[in-house]
């Protein structure tokens, strides 16, 4: 496998307009972003309609769309790529939201410890709106939570991409979960529509 400098090269090649290298660094990425996809969808409803090879796709057509993006690192790639799937599944489940109202109640998690019970397509805009309000507050702290959560980066992982230490990485984390929980908990999800 490529290191993250080969990658982050051939991102580069590819942003400058060399087709080579994306058909070089597809392969390498395709995997990774699965994976992503799959730990987005894990969190979904059983029976979603999105299927990881969708999701993937879905967010790659975007990812190539871009114009004038650059991708600092290969970690950086992924965490825009986290991004566009968690807006991919907050799209659907407001179309489906619109389509149909009710239906069962699932349990949104981040960690465990933060499991929330209230109907998926709630959920996930409940998520989306939590993390965009955490963002506006504590851009850092949002940015750990989609490194951790949505790209399944480890906290030393997360602490290079972001260019500090374990320890805020990890105090980070504890902030958002906390802050997380109390919101989704306190709001059940009735501010998202």
């Given at each position: 496998?490529?290191?993250?400098?080969?990658v982050?090269?051939?991102?580069?090649?590819?942003?400058?307009?060399?087709?080579a290298?994306?058909?070089?660094?597809l392969?390498?990425?395709?995997?990774?972003l699965r994976?992503?996809?799959?730990?987005h969808?894990?969190?979904?409803p059983?029976?979603?309609?999105?299927?990881?090879?969708?999701?993937?796709?879905?967010?790659?057509?975007?990812l190539?769309?871009?114009?004038?993006?650059?991708f600092?690192?290969?970690?950086?790639?992924?965490?825009?790529?986290?991004?566009f799937?968690?807006?991919?599944?907050?799209?659907?489940?407001?179309?489906?939201?619109?389509?149909?109202?009710?239906?069962g109640?699932?349990l949104?998690?981040l960690?465990d410890?933060?499991?929330?019970?209230?109907?998926?397509?709630?959920?996930?805009?409940?998520?989306?709106?939590?993390?965009?309000?955490?963002?506006?507050?504590?851009?850092?702290?949002?940015?750990?939570?989609?490194?951790?959560?949505?790209?399944?980066?480890?906290t030393?992982?997360?602490?290079?991409?972001?260019n500090?230490s374990?320890?805020?990485?990890e105090?980070d984390?504890?902030?958002?979960?906390?802050w997380?929980?109390?919101?989704?908990?306190?709001?059940?999800?009735?501010?998202a529509?």
């Amino acid at each position: 496998m490529a290191s993250d400098e080969n990658v982050t090269e051939l991102l580069a090649q590819w942003r400058l307009g060399d087709e080579a290298a994306l058909s070089q660094v597809l392969p390498i990425v395709y995997d990774e972003l699965r994976r992503v996809a799959h730990a987005h969808l894990r969190r979904e409803p059983a029976g979603h309609v999105l299927q990881t090879t969708a999701l993937v796709h879905e967010a790659y057509v975007r990812l190539v769309g871009l114009e004038r993006m650059t991708f600092d690192s290969r970690t950086h790639f992924f965490a825009v790529a986290a991004r566009f799937m968690r807006r991919i599944l907050v799209d659907f489940a407001r179309r489906q939201r619109s389509e149909k109202r009710g239906g069962g109640v699932t349990l949104v998690g981040l960690d465990d410890a933060m499991a929330v019970g209230m109907p998926p397509d709630m959920a996930i805009l409940a998520l989306n709106e939590a993390l965009d309000e955490l963002a506006t507050m504590d851009p850092r702290s949002c940015r750990v939570v989609e490194l951790r959560f949505f790209v399944g980066l480890t906290t030393e992982e997360t602490a290079t991409a972001l260019n500090v230490s374990h320890a805020t990485v990890e105090r980070d984390w504890t902030i958002a979960k906390a802050w997380l929980r109390q919101h989704l908990s306190a709001d059940g999800g009735r501010s998202a529509g």
